[in-house]
T-cell receptor, first 115, second 117 residues
Framework: GNSVTQMEGPVTLSEEAFLTINCTYT??????LFWYVQYPGEGLQLLLKATKADDKGSNKGFEATYRKETTSFHLEKGSVQVSDSAVYFCAPRSGENNAGNMLTFGGGTRLMVKP | GAVVSQHPSWVICKSGTSVKIECRSLDFQATTMFWYRQFPKQSLMLMATSNEGSKATYEQGVEKDKFLINHASLTLSTLTVTSAHPEDSSFYIC?????????????FGPGTRLTVL
């Protein structure tokens, strides 16, 4: 089955700092890769995704590039804001034709951004 | 985007009672829904996969008689925690797969916080 390793948090940054959250995975076949964000007391929201090697997913200033050779999908943002404080989950998804399959979640990385 | 709702958003109950949590896909049909459990400051653990019109598939270690899942329609799945005990206190999150979307995307509900006294 799939597995995910994320850098442990919490990650504490000052506003406008550069963010990197590392994620590496093992998966069968060619998975799609997702980053989800969970704000305090809420469910998960899809942040971005990439479905094949070298694809770059981006949203709200966040980016992640599907690196097949290193099996990584690191999340980056050039300038974080206080409102980015949340828990971030990396999740590969694989299966036949990517259908009917399940997400495998990493342990989550808590980001705290201070003003 | 597609919306998934959960009800209730939080519930407090006495030990020994049963609690039902609803998961609804509001603007799409979902033949498959997923139920997760999340402990404080931890990741999501998949409990079971709910398939419309058939029995749910439970993950290893999840008691099917304890966590009853019913997926009677294409927009509703329910999770019933039977004879709840304090150790069942957790944050329960459902997701629904939109087979009509690109890449069978999963959409998550806002979660239900269960506290068993």
């Amino acid at each position: 089955g799939n597995s995910v390793t994320q850098m442990e948090g919490p990650v504490t940054l000052s506003e406008e700092a550069f963010l990197t959250i590392n994620c590496t995975y093992t998966a069968t076949g060619y998975p799609s890769l997702f980053w989800y964000v969970q704000y305090p007391g809420e469910g998960l929201q899809l942040l971005l995704k990439a479905t094949k090697a070298d694809d770059k997913g981006s949203n709200k200033g966040f980016e992640a590039t599907y690196r097949k050779e290193t099996t990584s999908f690191h999340l980056e943002k050039g300038s974080v804001q206080v409102s980015d404080s949340a828990v971030y989950f990396c999740a590969p998804r694989s299966g036949e034709n990517n259908a009917g399959n399940m997400l495998t979640f990493g342990g989550g990385t808590r980001l705290m951004v201070k003003p | 985007g597609a919306v998934v709702s959960q009800h209730p958003s939080w519930v407090i109950c006495k030990s020994g009672t049963s609690v039902k949590i609803e998961c609804r896909s509001l603007d799409f049909q979902a033949t498959t829904m997923f139920w997760y459990r999340q402990f404080p400051k931890q990741s999501l653990m998949l409990m079971a996969t709910s398939n419309e019109g058939s029995k749910a598939t439970y993950e290893q270690g999840v008691e099917k008689d304890k966590f009853l899942i019913n997926h009677a329609s294409l927009t509703l799945s329910t999770l019933t925690v039977t004879s709840a005990h304090p150790e069942d206190s957790s944050f329960y999150i459902c997701s629904a797969r939109d087979s009509g979307s690109d890449y069978n995307e999963q959409f998550f509900g806002p979660g239900t916080r269960l506290t068993v006294l």
